[in-house]
């Protein structure tokens, strides 16, 4: 591929606008659809093409990217009425960027393959931040073919582009990195409770340990915004239960054991029940603040 390629990008979200930003900066044309037309106005204004429809964005791209909520959602802007393959040319790539269902990625690339086309799982993890920098982790499902073909579009997007084998395998590590985040993140929120408790500064605790064994992307990037208070979203909580559904649906599939998941999830699903849906992941913290100071 080179750098004159057309992109369809389906999803304009979060994520989703900063990466097809990302990929006009590396010289691909870009036509962008979402259900919510006002949100395709970032990528227009960077140079991008709005489009009504799907079925229109994929007209005339080599690639077709869906970068959605959930499964149901990939499946209707790939199969609905107008959906995109209804609208694709000969030998086109879809690559499905969102986080769904491994199984689902399985059954969504056997429809896709049976209409003709090729069909790539890629969802990513590195958050608002990560799509921004163009620095997102790509965990990539199918063939060895197409995704060294795909190599250019997720450089644009991406620093480290992993094949982690065919369908339903890039979901799979995916999740497993659901399953990290969460546990660094209610690791941050418990030393950030009992540092509180100690009266001591949680920027010192920030400054202290970001080098040590105790660093991780949750420490760096969202410490900051839980001591001063800030709970805008890089990801939202209601978005993270979506993924911590499908990891315990998976662990029950596989008989797999994973307390620290249903643990963290309960504590989200009160940050749900308190009205912070939309707030980012770091809101775990109100939880324990609550739990630690009920009234």
């Not at 959605?68 to 959602?73: E, K, M, R």
């Not at 030998?91 to 960027?97: A, N, Q």
């Not at 969102?98 to 429809?111: C, K």
Request: net charge neutral; aromatic share 6%; proline share 4%.
């Amino acid at each position: 591929m080179n750098t004159h390629q057309s992109i369809a990008f389906l999803g304009m979200g979060l994520m989703g606008v900063p990466m097809a930003r990302n990929l006009l900066k590396a010289g691909f044309t870009v036509a962008c659809y979402n259900r919510t037309a006002s949100k395709t106005a970032p990528v227009v204004e960077s140079g991008g093409t709005a489009c009504l429809s799907p079925k229109e964005a994929a007209r005339n791209a080599d690639v077709v990217i869906s970068c959605v909520t959930n499964g149901p959602d990939v499946e209707n802007v790939l199969f609905g009425d107008e959906g995109a393959i209804h609208g694709a040319k000969a030998d086109t790539i879809f690559v499905d960027m969102s986080t769904i269902a491994p199984a689902v990625s399985v059954e969504i690339g056997a429809r896709v393959k049976a209409k003709g086309f090729r069909f790539v799982e890629a969802p990513v993890t590195g958050g608002t931040v990560g799509a921004q920098n163009g620095t997102l982790s790509i965990l990539a499902g199918g063939s060895e073919e197409d995704f060294l073909e795909l190599q250019p579009v997720f450089a644009a997007m991406g620093k480290n582009v992993t094949r982690c084998g065919p369908w339903g395998a890039g979901q799979g590590v995916k999740l497993c990195n659901q399953i990290m985040g969460a546990m660094n993140i209610l690791g941050v929120c418990e030393a950030f409770s009992l540092a509180r408790g100690m009266k001591i500064d949680l920027a010192l605790i920030e400054k202290a340990l970001n080098g040590g064994a105790a660093s991780s992307w949750a420490l760096q990037n969202l410490a900051r915004k839980i001591a001063a208070g800030d709970w805008s979203p890089g990801f939202m909580v209601d978005t993270q239960q979506k993924d911590m559904k499908l990891v315990l649906e998976a662990a029950e599939q596989v008989q797999a054991v994973l307390p620290g998941s249903a643990l963290v999830t309960q504590l989200w699903r009160s940050a749900q029940a308190n009205g912070d849906g939309s707030d980012g992941i770091h809101a775990l913290d109100k939880v324990l603040q609550r739990l630690s100071n009920p009234k």
